[in-house]
């Protein structure tokens, strides 16, 4: 999925990753996801997003996750979006070797002209500047762990929140 919005002074974004068939936190966090501008989804719990697909009223980045494989999920391993000036990548994580760490990630988003990179699988929350590209990890909605992502379209800022 390619996804260009269109241009805003200020972005709400919230990303999530790896619900688990977690429907008491999905169920909510949704007027919350309906009160943003856009719900990124990196993986692990594609079904579980397809299952209140029609309850959510933002647009929806989405992948897949390793646990998501096999299925008839017809969603990618990787996606990009525009927020404004700034592209961002969306991926699950576990193709790139997140858990040992973030430079394949950093290298991909760069590959794709990315400054944002969202990405789950580790289950933790990260939010740092690498080598120049925005990681952005909200960790496990399964332990309530979710991210609120604000900006103008040049920056963002990210913020845990827990549900």
Known sequence: M???FAEKSTYKLIAISDTH???VRLNKLLPIINSADYLIFCGDG???ILQIHGRITVPLVCVKGNCDQGSNIKFTDLACASFGNIRALVTHGHNLGVRQGTAQLT???KM???RLAFFGHTHKYYDRIENGVHLI???ALCTGSYALVVGDGYDFISKQCII
Do not use: E, L, V, Y
């Open 21 to 23: 068939h977690d429907f």
């Open 2 to 4: 390619d996804g260009s």
């Open 46 to 48: 594609a079904n579980d």
């Open 112 to 114: 794709k002209d990315c």
């Open 137 to 139: 990890n909200p960790g």
């Open 107 to 109: 290298g991909m988003a």
